[in-house]
């Protein structure tokens, strides 16, 4: 499964990896503190906390683009990217527009 080579499986990656990122995330540093239903509340009412939890949580996606360049799978590599891109491009909108 993970040897494709195809964009829209990188775009799949890119778009899972950083909502999986999320919720280890949530269980790591929040969960002690939050409920679900209260951290995504704290998100949404504290817009500096968006950039500041959407950072750790691409990390997942770096590495994996890192791994798909390293094994010269670039259409796979190349979903991953523009999904990253778009993930940060959301939150820097959601941080200084909404």
């Known amino acids: 499964m993970f ?4 964009l829209r ?15 280890i995330y949530y269980f790591v540093k929040f969960s002690s503190l939050y409920s679900v239903g ?3 509340t704290f998100i949404a ?3 500096n906390q ?12 770096i590495a994996l683009f890192t791994y798909y360049i390293n094994t010269h799978r670039d259409k796979t590599a190349k ?3 523009a999904t990253t891109l778009i993930y940060a491009i959301f939150a820097l909108v959601v941080k200084f527009v909404v």
């Open 3 to 6: 040897k494709k080579d195809n």
């Open 79 to 81: 979903g991953i990217f």
């Open 45 to 47: 009412r504290n817009k």
């Open 38 to 40: 209260d951290f995504l």
């Open 9 to 23: 499986f990188g775009l799949l990656l890119g778009f899972i990896a950083p909502l999986l990122s999320v919720v």
């Open 50 to 61: 968006v950039t500041a939890i959407s950072v750790p949580c691409l990390i997942l996606n």
